[in-house]
């Protein structure tokens, strides 16, 4: 049975109101995240929240400890700070406080991915971004947004030669994966998907009920 962190589920528990709460290993403890938007870290049995105006403010009020771990013998500190046995015992700050850290990393999410190219995302390259023009794909939010198998679609309709390697490929571009570390799930389902597409391309009778 996969063991379940308290603190994880503590937090899961008080910033629900936030929207689902995924969680994943991260820098030896826990990544939580909202729609993929990491907001808190949970390290040594503690949560961090990640730095916004609001946080600093608090901070300058009631001092906080940042997050500290060593990289290659150094000691690193990151801009996330403990939540204290004080903040825990104040559910609605800790809500605000917690709600600013997301709406921070979702602004600064946005802005990064204005700046970024197709061509910048694992698996592409520059030709692959100029088919992803060809195709009315401009940009990296716009991948996001319509997803793999709507972007392998639009591809198709411009290159009939791209296959099921290009359909992993944009998967992993936007999951952050190289396609060949994609879970094995995904790709059993991509698989399917694709062998799916390929017969009804090759035989549109065989997708009518």
């Not at 700070?81 to 609605?92: G, I, K, N, S, T």
Request: aromatic share 8%; proline share 4%.
């Amino acid at each position: 049975m996969k063991k379940v962190n308290p603190i994880v589920e503590r937090s899961r528990e008080r910033l629900a109101p936030l929207g689902t709460i995924e969680s994943r290993t991260q820098f030896g403890g826990y990544a939580l995240a909202v729609e993929r938007v990491v907001f808190a870290l949970v390290n040594n049995d503690a949560l961090y929240l990640r730095a916004s105006e609001p946080l600093r403010e608090y901070i300058t009020q009631c001092p906080l400890e940042p997050l500290v771990f060593r990289k290659r013998g150094v000691l690193v500190s990151l801009n996330y700070y403990r939540v204290d046995d004080a903040l825990w015992q104040e559910p609605a700050h800790l809500l605000r406080l917690s709600a600013a850290s997301l709406e921070t990393a979702q602004y600064d999410l946005r802005h990064k991915q204005s700046s970024i190219r197709l061509k910048d995302l694992p698996n592409l390259s520059v030709r692959m971004e100029v088919m992803l023009h060809e195709a009315g794909i401009l940009n990296v939010q716009h991948l996001y947004d319509i997803g793999a198998k709507q972007c392998w679609l639009r591809l198709k309709a411009v290159n009939q030669h791209v296959g099921l390697q290009t359909l992993l490929a944009l998967q992993g571009a936007i999951s952050g994966h190289h396609y060949a570390a994609l879970p094995s799930s995904v790709r059993a389902e991509l698989n399917a998907w694709f062998q799916r597409t390929v017969l009804m391309t090759l035989n549109p009778k065989s997708g009518r009920s």
